[in-house]
């Protein structure tokens, strides 16, 4: 039951810090290599205002700067429970992907990295 809630209070802890210290002020944060060589906006682009605007309660916001993110939020949430009841139950939890899982998350990805860098995917910057 600790290292689940080791990782909870880990991540309460990040989202806190995001939270006070947003990532809309420039110079608190790096800049995303990618977007600054390339000009493309990566997966992940957009995660911090997403978590900071989520944090704050502001879904809307959350969606708009990072929809991916936001979907992993919730798998995350659903996935902690389950280890935290396993763990309840004296029972080990292990997230095991098969490959097959494995490239769905990546396709999954890769079509979102495109579909936000496409004309028609604009409402996907953040």
């Not at 990532?23 to 060589?37: A, Q």
Request: aromatic fraction near 12%.
């Amino acid at each position: 039951m600790l290292v689940p809630a080791g990782v909870l209070a880990a991540v309460v802890a990040a989202f806190g810090y995001v939270a006070r210290v947003d990532p809309n002020d420039p110079g608190h944060y790096p800049v995303c290599p990618l977007l600054r060589l390339t000009g493309v906006y990566c997966p992940g682009c957009g995660g911090l205002r997403s978590a900071h605007a989520f944090a704050h309660g502001d879904l809307g916001a959350a969606l708009t700067d990072n929809a991916l993110a936001v979907l992993g939020y919730g798998a995350f949430a659903v996935l902690w429970v389950v280890w935290m009841i396993r763990a309840a139950r004296g029972r080990p939890f292990a997230l095991v992907l098969r490959p097959a899982q494995m490239w769905v998350v990546g396709a999954l990805a890769l079509v979102f990295t495109v579909v936000r860098n496409s004309p028609f995917g604009g409402w996907l910057h953040p």
